[in-house]
């Protein structure tokens, strides 16, 4: 899970036309976020491009959280000789955004967070849960990119979360594994074939879900894919050693079969005639 979002930290102070003294926003009491007087703004280096700043109410819009932007946010106002100030906690997970006490009124969040989640595979289903309850779409909650996106609009403190997202697949939600037991099968089941005669190898492999394969001769790539590489009239040069290797995209392994040799004999027809003349004798 991937988070993008952007939450407002916004002051519970009324709007106001006349610019404050001066409003100095900080991170775990320490690191400059953004601090105001008379009007011109300095923007902490770590914050450059994430962060817009309403002058009518000392409100902070903080964009593209990262991890590292779990801690502690105070504001301190000087209006009209008078200090106001307030302090919340963001906790961010991998998984969830996590919105936590304010120790003053001063300060609350809003705005929306936006989760997505994304997993490698296809026809994903996705199951988004808020604490162990299941997330339902509404007005304030809006599911998108089939599921994958949760935004949550107006976030409060009651979203507490911790949410998270479960991805299912038809494939995935059975298990997976393999590949294993490889073998490859000639058919006929000889080793030695008379020019043109047409021959089957099939790759037999336990694999779920199922296997996709690739075939070699004397090590080399064919361009042949599937379970079942049919020769049809044979030539001698087609000689060698055939194998076959099954993947399985799921569980990312592969296994390759011991190699079969094949050899196209232009006589063959010809010794068997001679085996058989000598029975009759
Ligand atoms: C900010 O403070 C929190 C909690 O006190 C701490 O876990 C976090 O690592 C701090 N972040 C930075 C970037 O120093
Ligand atoms: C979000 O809050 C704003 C301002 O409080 C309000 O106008 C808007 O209707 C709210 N949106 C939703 C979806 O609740
Ligand atoms: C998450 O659950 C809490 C408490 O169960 C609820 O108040 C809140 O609205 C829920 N939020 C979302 C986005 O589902
Ligand atoms: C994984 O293999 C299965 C079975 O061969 C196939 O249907 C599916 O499209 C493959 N998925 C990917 C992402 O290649
Ligand atoms: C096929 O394999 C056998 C035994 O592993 C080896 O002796 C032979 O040289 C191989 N043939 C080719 C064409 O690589």
Partial sequence: VTTASCLMFTTTLSPTEKPFQSVNWVFNLTTAIIFVINSEITIGPEYEGRVTFFPSTASLELRSLTL??????????????????????????????????????????????????SASGSSLSFLWLNGSSEVTASDRVHLTDGGSSLTVINVTRSDQGPFSCRVSSPVSTGTSDGPENINLILSPPQGCFAVGSDISLTCSVGSRPPAQFKWFLNGDQLPDTGSELRLMNVQMSQSGNYSCQAFNNRTLRSQTSQPSAITVLGKCNFMLKMYNSTIRF
């Avoid at 502690?72 to 000789?81: A, C, F, K, R, T």
């Avoid at 919340?88 to 001063?106: A, Q």
């Fill in 68 to 117: 590292d932007d779990t801690g502690e946010y105070g504001v301190s106002i000087i209006q009209d000789g008078k200090i106001l100030s307030g302090r919340t906690t963001l906790v961010i997970y991998v998984s969830s955004v996590l919105v936590t006490s304010s120790s003053t009124d001063l300060v609350e969040f809003s705005g929306s967070v936006s989760l997505s989640c």
